[in-house]
């Protein structure tokens, strides 16, 4: 059996990563780079985040591909208030 397209898996690791329960993340970036699969884009969670690579494997076992997965994820820093609390 030939291997699908990479844009084929792409298509489908991204599909997986914002409709899993245990990521559901729908703006992240997946791109194919030396052999590697990875996943850039802000996660809302260390949760998410912690599972985003067994997640992407799944998929990838389910193609037959042995590809490396790289997670350049963020978590985005609560912000921080632009001035002093007012004082009553």
């Not at 329960?21 to 802000?42: C, H």
Request: proline share 6%.
């Amino acid at each position: 059996m030939d291997a699908p397209p990479v844009e084929h898996v792409l298509m489908h690791v991204h599909d997986a990563l914002a409709t899993d329960a245990r990521v559901g993340e729908l703006g992240l970036d997946v791109t194919y780079e030396d052999d590697q699969i990875v996943v850039r884009g802000a996660i809302s969670t260390a949760a998410r985040q912690g599972v985003l690579v067994a997640v992407v494997s799944e998929v990838l076992a389910q193609y037959g591909c042995e590809f490396g997965v790289r997670d350049e994820t963020e978590i985005p820093a609560a912000g921080a208030p632009d001035r002093e609390p007012e004082q009553l």
